[in-house]
């Protein structure tokens, strides 16, 4: 199994940007693809964004699209969301989650970190 950690998260006000960042430890070599979900207060956990660690084209939650950007560094076992245009909307606790059984199934998770956007 892997282990991630996210970072980057903060307080922005609307219109500002971010990136977090997500380092990915442990068997690296079993990671298919790494994800971004997010979840507001009393809200359900959404998919935001999800990129293969192989390559490919990445996917996005029409909420975000045209906004965030998810990339990945496999020299730095990391991965990224740049967040640009940010709405009190976008307020959340973002993981990071990876996948390693190729199937879309993402099963190791981070612990969190916090975006706050203000109006």
């Known amino acids: 199994q892997v282990q991630l950690v996210e970072s980057g998260g903060g307080l922005v006000q609307a219109g500002g940007s971010l990136r977090l960042s997500c380092a990915i430890s442990?068997?690296?070599?079993?990671?298919?693809?790494m994800g971004w979900f997010r979840q507001a207060p009393g809200k359900e956990r959404e998919f935001v964004a999800a990129v293969s660690w192989i390559g490919g084209r990445p996917f996005y939650a029409s909420s975000v699209k045209g906004r965030f950007t998810i990339y990945r560094d496999n020299t730095k076992n990391t991965g990224y969301l740049q967040m640009n245009s940010l709405e009190p909307e976008d307020t959340a606790v973002y993981y990071c989650a990876a996948d390693e059984s190729g199937t879309a199934d993402f099963g190791s998770w981070g612990q969190g970190t916090q975006v706050t956007v203000s109006s």
């Open positions: 442990g068997r690296t070599f079993k990671v298919y693809a």
